[in-house]
Structures are given as structure tokens and as C-alpha cells.
């Protein structure tokens, strides 16, 4: 199926919901036909939203290229090298026509930290072919992406739950 040209989204900001709104535009992907990369830079782990993708079987592919820790300051080389991994697993998918959707989950992290480069995931965006669009997200999102995505969305967070001392819960936050 072909979605034409395609655009790209990013969605960033200290808010809740950035890789919910990435979900949500895979979800309507999906029922339309398309086939979806949503690869997750950052992250690793079997969390609730990777096992709802799953049942659509071979019409989306995941893919983790995170340690499954948090990165604060300057990132270990595991973090460099799994992210360089899946970037480069990424830009092959992209160029090989076999999806019309690819999430790129908390890239926008990834490249705050520098576990990966902004140059290249610039590259990424404005090589991409025609028929594919692309989603950012993740908190920090570089001017440069801004400037150059279609569709921009800021999450602005006015109140959560997490101030008042309540954990992450599955189903809802994981």
C-alpha cells in the first residue's frame, strides 16, 4: 500500500505521552494495511505496548537497541554501540522499502546523549524515500530536527501522579 509522500513527525517535551502518540499513529498504520518499524533506541524490555505489537505478527517488526538502564551524563560504550547497531539495521530498513511507518522511539534521547549523532539521524530524515514516514520521539528534541519535521508536537506536562510518590504501573505508564 502506498501513503504517498511521507512526512515526519516528532513528538517531544517533558510531558507523558510521546511514544502513546507514536503508538497510537502505529495502531491506525496497522488497521490501514501498512506495514511499521518501531524500533526503540533507549529502551530494552517485554513492556505492555511490545506485547500488543506482537499480535499483529509479521505486519510490524520490532526492534530494542537500548540496555534496558537509564543513561544520565555521558553514556557507556554498550549504549554507543547498540544504538549505532539499530541505526544502521534503521537506515537499511528505510532504504529497503519494506515499511511505510518507522517509529524511532526516544531518538531524540539518544542523540541529547550522543549515543548517537544528530548529523546522521538528519541524514536519515532527509534521505528517506518518498513512500515512508518517519516519528521522533523522545524528550529533547534537537532545534535542527524541529526545523526540519512536518509535524511537531510538544507534550507539556501540568500536573502527574509521579509527584505524589505513585510508581509507574503496567498497563498504563509500562
Known amino acids: 500500500m502506498s501513503i504517498g509522500r511521507g512526512y515526519v513527525h516528532v513528538y517531544t517535551g517533558e510531558g507523558k505521552g510521546k511514544t502513546t502518540a507514536a503508538l497510537g499513529l502505529t495502531m491506525r498504520a496497522l488497521g490501514a494495511g501498512l506495514r511499521v518499524l518501531f524500533a526503540q533506541f533507549m529502551k530494552q524490555g517485554e513492556f505492555s505496548e511490545i506485547k500488543a505489537l506482537r499480535r499483529f ?94 509535524v511537531v508536537t510538544e507534550m507539556v506536562k501540568l500536573r502527574h501522579y509521579y509527584a505524589k510518590g505513585v510508581k509507574a504501573r503496567t498497563g498504563i505508564e509500562k
Open 57 to 150: 505478527g509479521d505486519q510490524v517488526s520490532i526492534r530494542q537497541f537500548g540496555s534496558g538502564r537509564f543513561v544520565r551524563g555521558k553514556p557507556v560504550r554498550e549504549d554507543i554501540e547498540r544504538a549505532s547497531m539499530g541505526f544502521k539495521e534503521v537506515k537499511k530498513a528505510l532504504h529497503g522499502g519494506e515499511f511505510e511507518l518507522i517509529v524511532l522511539d526516544e531518538i531524540n534521547v539518544a542523540v541529547h546523549f550522543k549515543v548517537l549523532q544528530l548529523s546522521d539521524v538528519l541524514s536519515l530524515i532527509e534521505d528517506r524515500p518518498e513512500g515512508c514516514e518517519i516519528v521522533l520521539t523522545g524528550r529533547w528534541a534537537d532545534a535542527g530536527l524541529i526545523d526540519r519535521a512536518d
